[in-house]
């Protein structure tokens, strides 16, 4: 098989770095496999690593520092039969821990070689997470303050079932790179070698220290026995052959004639537990039931069952190119903490901006049209003020008509509820 090297863009590592013996190991790597570049997709990193997809005549996805599995992770899920390799540095390992973790975890069939030369070689030679205390590097001290991470104990730990250590200078590294991405499953190489532009600049270290100090480690050759498992994509895709299929999403037939002849800007401002959220669907289903376009924007505490509700609506026959409120059409005030959020709006309104509000609830000053409704007085509970105060809108056709909201509610609804809110519209007087 010929090789996969891109003859119009060759390597151009500094002299001496063993990021370029990787490149030709992985090139005869996957020659030996009889490869073709549609068959490989190579997703690089940030850092020296992140040149090997211009190297190579395959697929290649240059990703953003330290997250490049997850960008491969996707690549593999979407396209399985696709052999994905990712070149990262000891640098992208660190700042992408959290992903290298989540792979180990998953088990997809990704085969990551970690370009390990102990240092930001690109950047100015700053440590790394595998820097050793005693190494003189452009970070000044702070690599002596933190405990150098041994990557193939992290893999291990985490799930990852092929983890294998070795030198970049070791004659069979082809083999230990075919090993890896033959292996079905998540397969991890921790490559180390030697930056000669900055690390060797302040520390002495040869491809016989790096022999040496890999014998003193525990050995990493290949399948970890205790981590094997079935790889992720065919365990996912056999257990959802066998879930019932989901039916598509049915559609909603524009049906209804619009009530208005222009853009509709509606704004309800409630508190937690008024269904705020759900009556904003409720508006928005009901316009598309007209052929209208439609957005809704939310804010809401992230603890959801106390503070300010809002939903805002828009309903447009034209194309909507920005969801924000500019002149609302309708402001439905229902609670204070809602009001109080949004009390900027107010003082720029005029008479065309319809109100309705809730009593008890205090509004700044404004020359809005104002509809004041006694909810409690009516006997409705809290929660259904702003399907009430919807009701209200479409039976003096301001925004939508009876007929769009109880078409949405159907949509929204089933069974005794949609009895409850129908029966709720069918009974709200003006």
């Known amino acids: 098989?010929?090789?996969?090297?891109?003859?119009?863009?060759?390597?151009?590592?500094?002299?001496?770095?063993?990021?370029?013996?990787?490149?030709?190991?992985?090139?005869?790597?996957?020659?030996?496999?009889?490869?073709?570049?549609?068959?490989?997709?190579?997703?690089?990193?940030?850092?020296?690593?992140?040149?090997?997809?211009?190297?190579?005549?395959?697929?290649?996805?240059?990703?953003?520092?330290?997250?490049?599995?997850?960008?491969?992770?996707?690549?593999?899920?979407?396209?399985?039969?696709?052999?994905?390799?990712?070149?990262?540095?000891?640098g992208g390992l660190g700042i992408g821990g959290a992903h290298l973790l989540a792979a180990c975890r998953r088990n997809l069939n990704l085969t990551l070689l970690i370009l390990n030369n102990f240092n930001f070689g690109m950047t100015g030679g700053q440590f790394s997470v595998t820097t050793p205390p005693e190494a003189q590097v452009g970070s000044g001290f702070l690599n002596r303050l933190e405990k150098p991470l041994d990557v193939c104990d992290i893999a291990r730990s985490a799930g990852a079932p092929y983890v294998a250590r070795c030198s970049s200078y070791s004659g069979d590294l082809p083999d230990e790179i075919e090993k890896a991405v033959r292996f079905d499953g998540f397969s991890i190489i921790d490559i180390w070698g030697i930056c000669p532009g900055r690390y060797t600049k302040r520390n002495k270290l040869t491809p016989q220290i790096i022999d040496e100090s890999l014998a003193g480690l525990s050995s990493c050759s290949g399948i970890v026995e205790e981590n094997k498992r079935i790889e992720y994509g065919h365990n996912y895709r056999e257990i959802s052959s066998k879930l019932k299929k989901v039916a598509p999403p049915g559609g909603i037939r524009a049906e209804f004639i619009f009530p208005e002849s222009d853009r509709q800007e509606v704004m309800i401002l409630g508190s937690a537990g008024q269904r705020i959220i759900t009556s904003g669907d409720i508006l928005c289903i009901a316009g598309i039931t007209a052929g209208?376009?439609?957005?809704?924007?939310?804010?809401?505490?992230?603890?959801?069952?106390?503070?300010?509700?809002?939903?805002?609506?828009?309903?447009?026959?034209?194309?909507?190119?920005?969801?924000?409120?500019?002149?609302?059409?309708?402001?439905?005030?229902?609670?204070?903490?809602?009001?109080?959020?949004?009390?900027?709006?107010?003082?720029?309104?005029?008479?065309?901006?319809?109100?309705?509000?809730?009593?008890?609830v205090d509004i700044?000053?404004?020359?809005?049209?104002?509809?004041?409704?006694?909810?409690?007085?009516?006997?409705?509970?809290?929660?259904?003020?702003?399907?009430?105060?919807?009701?209200?809108?479409?039976?003096?056709?301001?925004?939508?008509?009876?007929?769009?909201?109880?078409?949405?509610?159907?949509?929204?609804?089933?069974?005794?509820?949609?009895?409850?809110?129908?029966?709720?519209?069918?009974?709200?007087?003006?």
């Open 1 to 90: 098989m010929n090789s996969l090297l891109n003859t119009g863009r060759p390597p151009v590592f500094c002299p001496g770095c063993s990021h370029e013996r990787i490149t030709k190991a992985l090139d005869k790597a996957l020659s030996n496999m009889g490869l073709s570049g549609e068959n490989v997709v190579i997703v690089s990193d940030i850092g020296c690593s992140g040149l090997f997809d211009t190297f190579f005549n395959t697929h290649a996805f240059h990703g953003i520092h330290g997250r490049a599995l997850t960008y491969a992770a996707g690549i593999k899920m979407a396209k399985p039969d696709l052999n994905v390799i990712v070149t990262m540095g000891d």
């Open 292 to 360: 209208l376009n439609v957005t809704q924007k939310n804010d809401y505490n992230i603890t959801v069952l106390r503070g300010p509700s809002i939903s805002e609506i828009i309903l447009s026959p034209d194309d909507i190119g920005y969801s924000g409120i500019e002149k609302p059409s309708v402001i439905i005030a229902l609670a204070q903490e809602g009001v109080d959020r949004r009390r900027y709006v107010f003082s720029d309104l005029d008479e065309s901006t319809l109100i309705i509000k809730a009593a008890g």
């Open 364 to 430: 700044p000053e404004s020359r809005a049209t104002m509809l004041n409704v006694d909810f409690k007085t009516r006997g409705i509970k809290s929660q259904d003020w702003a399907l009430v105060s919807l009701a209200i809108l479409a039976k003096i056709k301001k925004v939508i008509n009876v007929d769009m909201l109880n078409a949405s509610l159907k949509l929204v609804f089933r069974e005794t509820v949609l009895e409850s809110a129908l029966e709720l519209v069918k009974r709200v007087e003006i």
